[in-house]
């Protein structure tokens, strides 16, 4: 291009580009397309990238001409949300009609929210490739201009009603954040960026809350509000991590948390139950709130502490699923769950969290399992029909399992480590060398396999009585094809009467209630 010769770019230059821009918006809206008004947003993108390409990279700050451009950018939002309306008031639509961002562009109502879009989008391009070109340690120029790109967005959506200018205020905000944290982010000058980065969270956060009574029936902004904290997370909490740390970095996450759950009571007073839109507003400062709980663990806390934080999370979520009926309550709930179960029952790493204590029975293990455990089967009780689907799928016959198989290892566990030597960094599992231990094995299994059966007979419940009557044959087969000749005779007669008696009593009990379902069939 010509302009790219210019030994420098003149400010008659800019107004000239503006006035094309200009043209291209009325001819699209003479001829009912983007098709002219995408060609000259891409030229005009390339004449700008190429001028910054061109400033020094030794400037440490804005140049003054940025900020013609920036009043450039302004204006051109500005004239593309008018002109959009022109086009929907030339093609006999109403000014409410709701467009789609990626539909049709020859649809005028798509027409009339894609333009605003890519008008929006087109300063924050400018910045990011300032931010990327010039070593601005500070970075409350940019931030400055964004901002003020962002109130007019937020401005924009409240006058004109166009509820995808926040989610794209909100996208490009965070496209310049993240560039110029990971280009020129310094620990050393960390309080300018951090100030930015918790003040425009809270801008996208509270402008709804400001507009309560506009954005009452509508979902994108209060999403974009629930999303902004989420989004910046990971901005706060680098810059805390790298420039102030310290061992309660559990306190960034709780912090959030505490104003989600804030921003989520005050749309439980505010919000009428009727409301179509109440449930999904709720959900969503919910979800957000719980994503920053669930940080909390692994951040401030490490080992078995995340495996139960993450456990008693998932079952009070299944119990919030009782006052806020939204099917993604009880989706993560249920994750949450599935997860605890699987670092406790999956992950070898856990027998090597702590060595072998000296107090047997009442030790980390208990609680750990037994806590995770309790969960699953409090979470399986509170999703009992009709909460029980998840994903279409009966989710309580999954807990009850995940919740037996961690009290069967819990029992193997405890076994284990009260035969094991005080001091021990690792717990393993030994079948033979210990005639006590096996014994013990073999009693706890039997009695296990006793509880099983009682409690599916009492609940009527099928697979858990095979369940016991498999573990049970189990135990008489390890009874006869291992401690036999393993045990000695005093360890073998013990462990062969008390089987036999649980043997017998399980029979008792099947049999009985085989005779009471024949008798409720005849």
Not at 475 to 495: C, G, N, P, W
Request: with cysteine; aromatic share 14%.
């Amino acid at each position: 291009m010509p302009i790219f010769n210019l030994p420098e770019v003149s400010f008659v230059v800019w107004p000239l580009v503006f006035c094309v821009d200009l043209l291209a918006i009325l001819l699209a809206i003479a001829t009912g397309t983007l098709l002219s008004i995408l060609i000259v947003l891409l030229l005009t993108f390339v004449v700008i990238g190429g001028w910054i390409f061109r400033i020094p990279i030794q400037l440490t700050g804005l140049p003054t001409s940025l900020f013609l451009l920036g009043g450039f950018a302004i204006f051109f939002m500005v004239v593309a949300v008018w002109a959009c309306r022109q086009l929907l008031a030339s093609a006999g639509m109403a000014t409410t009609t709701r467009g789609k961002l990626f539909g049709a562009v020859t649809d005028p109502a798509n027409f009339a929210v894609q333009l605003p879009a890519l008008s929006a989008t087109l300063p924050f391009l400018l910045l990011i490739m300032v931010t990327l070109r010039l070593p601005l340690a500070n970075p409350s120029p940019v931030f400055s201009l964004a901002l003020v790109f962002v109130v007019l967005l937020l401005g924009m959506a409240k006058i004109f009603s166009l509820d995808l200018l926040p989610p794209v205020g909100l996208g490009s905000t965070l496209a310049l954040e993240y560039a110029w944290h990971f280009a020129r982010f310094n620990p050393d000058r960390a309080l300018p960026p951090l100030a930015w980065y918790i003040g425009f969270t809270a801008v996208f956060t509270i402008f709804p809350f400001l507009f309560y009574r506009q954005f009452a029936a509508k979902t994108m902004p209060w999403a974009t509000a629930a999303l902004a904290a989420p989004l910046h997370f990971f901005l706060v909490y680098d810059v805390i991590r790298t420039s102030y740390p310290s061992g309660m970095l559990g306190l960034v996450p709780a912090a959030f948390a505490v104003l989600a759950l804030l921003g989520l009571i005050v749309l439980l007073k505010r919000m009428p139950a009727q409301s179509p839109t109440r449930n999904a507003q709720l959900a969503l400062f919910g979800g957000a709130a719980l994503f920053f709980i669930t940080l909390i663990f692994p951040i401030q806390f490490d080992r078995q502490w995340i495996t139960l934080g993450w456990a008693l999370e998932g079952a009070a979520l299944c119990w919030l699923f009782h006052r806020v009926p939204h099917p993604g309550l009880r989706l993560v709930g249920t994750g949450l769950l599935v997860v605890g179960f699987v670092r406790l029952a999956l992950n070898p790493a856990v027998f090597s969290y702590h060595a072998r204590s000296a107090t047997p029975i009442f030790n980390w293990y208990l609680y750990t399992y037994g806590i995770v455990t309790i969960c699953l089967f409090a979470a399986a009780r509170l999703l009992a029909p009709p909460r029980n689907l998840v994903l279409g799928r009966n989710a309580r016959p999954l807990l009850y399992t995940l919740g037996t198989i961690l009290a069967f290892l819990l029992l193997n566990i405890e076994i284990a480590d009260y035969f094991s030597r005080p001091g021990m960094a690792v717990l393993t599992f030994q079948f033979s060398g210990n005639f006590a231990r096996d014994m013990s094995y073999s009693i706890a299994w039997a009695s296990f396999a006793l509880l099983l059966l009682i409690i599916g007979i009492r609940q009527t419940a099928r697979p858990v009585r095979y369940a016991g009557l498999g573990l049970l044959g189990v135990t008489v087969l390890k009874l006869f094809l291992h401690d036999l000749s393993q045990l000695e005779q005093l360890y073998r007669i013990a462990a062969f009467i008390v089987v036999a008696i649980i043997a017998i009593i399980a029979s008792f009990l099947y049999q009985r209630f085989l005779g009471l379902s024949a008798k409720q069939t005849q």
